[in-house]
């Protein structure tokens, strides 16, 4: 091996010192040998001189700019349009719509979050991965809305043959569904990816409770009435739009550190805008029946409505304002005559509703955004820019639902503690009734309801008709005799005897026949 001479340049291939130029740089050798001409320093890195864009390339590439922020805005103008489309037809539409519209938001905001943190390398070497997540959604899924059902349509569930097991024994059986999935996990576990695995399994569970959880407390909305989830939703999205608006115009002190572009004084001032628009959407939603009313028929829309007596909290109420004056405003006395404070009222008329309202702008201004901030740091940790691209122009569902399923948890959380009227329902009397009576005991419920029934002058004037009704349970009647017995049942006690007819051999011909007519 020869050795280079001492003095070479040590980054010389052949023992030769490089020459230089007159300005002191340094001649690049070349593979063959020979050198090239030293660079100037107008030259880039490739050897060509650095050009400045001239006029015509500088209007190329504002003209390029504007017409990519064209496409973006028409884009985005189209698919707003198609999403406040796709709220309005399911809502018009009938509540069994409103349903499958948030289950189909919930399916794509799980489906967002899960992507997020997968690895498609190591999902695809474990075959089971997404198998698992699906089912455990699936799971949760059936558990929630079985819930639900149950809870609204008792009076349908348990007095049918065939729903009434799966009813009666709906959380074992959600239940176990679970422990078979937790046992297909821990059976697919691998060597050399258990955290993985695991980091997979509590991702899922977090998405389950932060998204399917949260959308059923929703759906719960819609069958108290769908006011109460048209109003939450209508709140966040005024919040977003004047929140944006008030930190265009005036937005100076920066909000927190996870969005940047949030500012304190976009953050009140969308507070206030919020509160009094509240006021205008309560005005608007309370003149429908159809809006108000808790879902009794799932086959109502917009046309035929619906029909119920309404929530105290939706009937005006007279306030005096005396009482709520201080004791030394009180014994103040209003001279007429004189015209001091005498066009002040003293009473004011209005429906509870507004004040609830105000409590839930609050909510929505004040809280609902951290639902925002929340996502906004989650898409940080995994350093995306949005959940998805299901929504062209606006990202993925969870952009645009991350404040929404906080709203609705609320919303459930305060109706049933301020709002909702506790009262005795046909569902929670038969469910009273067939789960905590025995067959015999149910007969005896069913006969004196009839005689009360029949002495309310409700079914019949006729105090015979409830000794045929006896006879029927005691000796099994004739055909005639049901037919007779059948007219004298109301809707519900026909029920009724039909889950015990179900339930007890030696009634259930009897029921059959009573119920032919």
């Known amino acids: 091996m020869s050795r280079s001479k001492k003095g070479n340049a040590p980054n010389s291939p052949n023992g030769v010192r490089s020459p230089t130029a007159p300005n002191g740089a340094r001649a690049s050798p070349r593979p063959d040998g020979a050198l090239d001409s030293p660079r100037s320093p107008a030259q880039g890195k490739n050897g060509s001189e650095d050009k400045q864009p001239n006029g015509d390339q500088q209007a190329a590439q504002h003209r390029a700019e504007y017409e990519k922020k064209k496409q973006s805005i028409i884009t985005r103008s189209v698919w707003t349009v198609i999403m406040i489309a796709g709220f309005f037809i399911p809502l018009f539409s009938g509540h069994i719509y409103v349903i499958m519209l948030i289950t189909g938001i919930q399916i794509i905001s799980f489906k967002e979050v899960i992507a997020i943190s997968s690895v498609p390398s190591r999902a695809r070497s474990l075959r089971f991965t997404k198998t698992l997540n699906w089912y455990f959604l699936g799971t949760t899924m059936y558990y929630l809305y079985g819930e639900s059902v149950i809870y609204y349509f008792k009076h349908i569930v348990l007095v049918d043959q065939v729903l009434s097991p799966f009813a009666t024994h709906h959380r074992f059986i959600s239940f176990m569904l679970y422990v078979m999935g937790f046992v297909f996990f821990v059976t697919s576990l691998q060597k050399g990816h258990y955290k993985f695995q695991f980091t ?38 005024t919040n977003d739009i004047m929140a944006y608006i008030c930190g265009m115009t005036f937005g100076r002190t920066p909000l927190i550190k996870l969005s940047p572009k949030k500012t304190v004084e976009g953050f009140l001032g969308a507070w206030i805008f919020t509160i009094i628009s509240g006021f205008m959407w309560v005005w608007l ?68 509703i507004n004040f609830h309202v105000m409590v839930f702008s609050t909510f929505a201004s004040l809280i609902a955004p951290f639902g925002g901030f929340f996502a906004s740091g989650l898409k940080r940790t995994f350093n995306v820019k949005d959940f998805g691209d299901s929504i062209p122009g606006h990202g993925g569902m969870t952009d645009r639902m991350d404040c929404q399923f906080i709203m609705g948890l609320f919303s459930f959380m305060y109706y ?102």
């Not at 409770?209 to 989830?229: D, K, P, R, S, T």
């Not at 917009?302 to 201080?326: E, I």
């Open 200 to 237: 997979q399994f509590a991702w899922t569970h977090m998405a389950l409770y932060l998204i399917v959880v949260q959308a059923h407390f929703v759906m719960n909305n819609v069958f108290e009435g769908l006011i109460w989830f048209i109003l939450p939703a209508a709140l966040v999205i």
């Open 416 to 517: 049933h503690s301020f709002i909702a009227v506790t009262r005795a329902s046909v569902g929670g009397v038969l469910e009273m009734a067939i789960q905590g009576l025995t067959v015999d005991e149910q007969v005896e419920v069913v006969k004196s309801l009839s005689k009360h029934l029949v002495n309310q002058g409700v079914i019949s004037d006729k105090l015979s008709r409830v000794s045929v009704f006896e006879r029927a349970f005691s000796t099994l009647p004739t055909t005639s005799a049901c037919a007779l017995q059948r007219e004298a049942q109301p809707r519900h006690v026909t029920a009724l005897l039909l889950r015990v007819g179900s339930r007890s051999p030696s009634t259930r011909d009897m029921s059959a026949l009573a119920l032919t007519k």
């Open 285 to 352: 939603i309370t003149k429908s029946t159809y809006l108000t009313c808790p879902v009794n028929d799932l086959g109502a829309n917009v046309f035929t409505g619906l029909q119920c007596d309404p929530n105290p909290v939706f009937v005006p109420k007279t306030y005096h304002l005396s009482s709520l004056m201080p004791t030394h405003f009180q014994n103040f006395k209003v001279m007429p005559d004189s015209g001091i404070l005498s066009n002040v009222p003293t009473t004011l008329t209005i429906a509870p």
